[in-house]
């Protein structure tokens, strides 16, 4: 009986599942060739239908006769005997599978016929992520369609393209047939892009819609990092050539001289809604509301409710005009924290709204947060973690690792990082390269690498000290936004790397410090790259080892362009 349909379980979670492209173009498949979750029972369903059906019948029919006897002999029908009541019990028996059976197959082909309907007519403007896979697989209403026949649905524009993990019920399916019907509707294929080895359950309404591959990018090791007594090894994500081989140099200077040492200042992630008033005035009294101690208690109490891991610490206010905007700082445990904040920050609107119902929401986030645009308020305020890094370089190791001179570190330093930053009107660029580091480590942990543009301010000192025999050296960076919980964190190869630092997952001990943690050793990598870059650029070096370890760059300008 086929009209119970049941589809596979989805394989979203396994990459192994994987089945390959259906020889395209193909026959489509009868329905009776679908294979079905009933497939898997001792006995055919066919047959289990129609030994309820007999039983049923045969049952009915004894009864009606027993009955017609009793009648007859004037015997009452309540008095039952042991071959009425198991007959008895087998009519209850076969109507309530009869009944659940056809009852299940009518409601499904109603619900998947509408969804049919729903999928095949929604607009492309409707271009929302995939919900989550507990329930959007639930019922994967084309699982059993030929691939030849989807494929042909979505270059029509009759299946939405975003809907089809969902419809299938298959993360690697999905991504399969989007990329054969991107390579008809494009007429462009995507052959250097790998579509096996990964698991796209694992990105499903959390890291990237609509897969159909994925990048490759190598990673490098540099290292080991010694800071704060204890050795790192550096995964970096790059196609940079000299970036892993500048960092380690930087690294092994640092290890021969003892190790650096680091500092977390603070560590908060922000949100700044920015809400509207009638007047300034009135904006003004929300402001002097919420720097009253005891309004911020209420309100970190409503804030805090968003997560067990999130701890209002403080809200900064900013008028301009009538509009005021707000800016929420809170811990975020092992999380980078945004929706995190972004919830609490909700929460605290809806209840100042009570008492501020001229308040009008403008935005959730008002840019003075300010996530992932360079701006002086993470720069000055800090964003994430605040971290300080520093070391002394001694006098031999630079000149036998480094090949250069404290002198003309100390020069080149002042001169590039401080002055030549000053002129070009930087914004947290006092550094040489702490992006190129931050961007690498990103990658290969999951971070959002857009938030590079936040977490690479950084300001580079360099100082004689000891007589002038060797390098005192520090790098501050004000808005690390690192996590080891949440977003591209768990997904296996970043996974791998955040677990080579130690720092995978939530700190059990003291939620928060495997973040932490990560911060301070970007900043750790960041002072090796700028020992090591800066060196290069103090012995004249820099263009000479592009050349060695980058041959495919012919642009040397480029490589000088640090
Ligand atoms: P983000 O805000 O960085 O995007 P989320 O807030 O979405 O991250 O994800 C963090 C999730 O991880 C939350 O659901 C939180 O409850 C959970 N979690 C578990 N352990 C921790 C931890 N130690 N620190 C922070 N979050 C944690």
């Not at 394989?11 to 009776?32: E, K």
């Not at 080892?545 to 760059?553: D, G, L, P, V």
Request: glycine share 8%.
């Amino acid at each position: 009986m086929e009209t119970r349909r049941r589809f596979p379980p989805p394989s979203c979670t396994s990459p192994s599942s994987a089945a390959t492209l259906r020889s395209l173009p193909a026959a489509p498949r009868s329905s009776g060739n679908r294979i079905q979750a009933s497939d898997a029972l001792p006995i055919p369903i066919r047959h289990t239908n129609l030994l309820f059906s007999l039983l049923f019948v045969c049952s009915i029919v004894f009864l009606m006769r027993r009955w017609r006897d009793k009648v007859r002999e004037s015997i009452p029908l309540h008095a039952v005997d042991l071959s009425e009541l198991v007959s008895i019990i087998s009519v209850v028996a076969s109507l309530i599978y009869l009944i659940s059976f056809f009852g299940i197959a009518i409601v499904q082909s109603i619900v998947s016929s509408h969804e049919d309907e729903v999928d095949d007519f929604l607009p492309d403007s409707k271009m929302t992520p995939s919900p989550a896979p507990s329930s959007d697989l639930a019922a994967p209403v084309l699982a059993g369609r030929e691939d030849e026949d989807i494929i042909a649905a979505v270059v029509a524009g009759k299946t939405p393209s975003y809907a089809l993990e969902s419809a299938i019920g298959d993360c690697h399916r999905a991504a399969e047939i989007r990329r054969e019907a991107i390579r008809r509707i494009s007429g462009r294929g995507l052959d250097g892009l790998p579509l096996e080895g990964f698991d796209y359950g694992s990105i499903l309404g959390q890291c990237c819609e609509m897969p159909v591959g994925y990048v490759q990018l190598p990673v490098g090791i540099a290292g080991p990092l010694i800071l704060d007594g204890r050795e790192h090894y550096l995964p970096m994500a790059t196609t940079e050539g000299c970036l892993v081989a500048s960092t380690n140099r930087g690294c092994k200077a640092i290890a021969e001289s003892g190790g650096a040492a680091s500092v977390v200042l603070r560590d908060a992630m922000t949100r700044a809604p920015v809400v509207r008033f009638l007047t300034a005035a009135r904006a003004a009294e929300l402001k002097f509301f919420l720097e009253e101690p005891t309004n911020f208690d209420n309100l970190s109490v409503i804030f805090n409710r968003s997560s067990r891991f999130a701890r209002l610490q403080d809200i900064q206010c900013a008028l301009v005009g009538r509009n005021l905007y707000m800016r929420f700082s809170s811990t975020t445990g092992d999380a980078m924290g945004m929706n995190m904040v972004s919830k609490g920050v909700q929460n605290v609107l809806d209840y100042i709204q009570n008492d501020f119902p001229d308040m009008d929401v403008i935005s959730l986030s008002g840019n003075f947060c300010s996530d992932k645009k360079p701006s002086a308020v993470n720069w000055i305020l800090g964003r994430g973690k605040s971290v300080v890094c520093e070391a002394v370089i001694k006098e031999e190791v630079i000149k036998k690792v480094l090949k250069t001179s404290v002198s003309a570190l100390v020069e080149v330093n002042t001169i590039k990082n401080l002055a030549g930053s000053a002129i070009a009107g930087a914004l947290g660029g006092f550094n040489a390269h702490a992006s190129n580091i931050v961007s690498a480590i990103f990658i290969a942990t999951g971070q959002d690498p857009a938030q590079n543009v936040e977490s690479s301010h950084c300001i580079t000192m360099m100082e004689a000290v000891n007589d002038g025999k060797d390098l005192y050296i520090s790098i501050t960076m004000p808005s690390i936004e690192v996590g080891t919980v949440g977003g591209g964190t768990q997904l296996a190869s970043q996974s791998a790397c955040l677990d080579l630092l130690g720092v995978k997952g939530a700190c059990m001990e003291s939620p928060g410090a495997n973040a932490r943690l990560l911060a301070t050793i970007v900043a750790g990598s960041v002072l090796a790259g700028e020992l090591s870059l800066m060196s290069a650029l103090a012995a004249g070096q820099l263009v000479k080892s592009h050349m060695k370890y980058n041959r495919s760059c012919k642009d040397t300008s480029k490589a000088a362009s640090n």
